[in-house]
């Protein structure tokens, strides 16, 4: 079993930048991969970007390449999402996800509550 918080969304002016923060619990983060969707107003969940268990690999959707950056701490049980040059299109709840297998799907098995981002024009 795995629990997700997330934390570090708000409000920001178009072009600024926000970090989000992913604490997971448990001994066994290393053993996950991990992924950050988002759902915007009235729009389905879609995928945002993936690491893998140790980070070596990296995925993003095309609409997020160059302008966020997720990482991780398996030290620190956390997987982060630098998000730079903020839209006004990013707003939206973001939400982390894990899962013992990597991939861009909506499979995944753990998911935390959502943290809100709204980015202003």
């Known amino acids: 079993q795995v629990q997700l918080v997330e934390s570090g969304g708000g409000l920001v002016q178009s072009g600024g930048s926000l970090r989000l923060s992913c604490a997971a619990s448990g001994r066994t983060f290393s053993s996950y991969a991990m992924a950050w969707f988002r759902q915007g107003p009235g729009k389905e969940r879609e995928f945002v970007a993936a690491?893998?268990?140790?980070?070596?690999?990296?995925y993003y959707t095309d609409s997020v390449k160059g302008r966020f950056t997720i990482s991780r701490d398996n030290v620190k049980n956390t997987v982060y999402l630098q998000m730079n040059s903020l839209k006004p299109e990013d707003t939206a709840v973001y939400y982390c996800?894990?899962?013992?297998?990597?991939?861009?799907?909506?499979?995944?098995?753990?998911w935390g509550q959502g943290t809100q981002v709204t980015v202003s024009s």
């Open positions: 690491i893998s268990r140790i980070g070596v690999s990296t």
């Open positions: 996800a894990a899962d013992r297998n990597y991939q861009m799907g909506n499979s995944y098995s753990y």
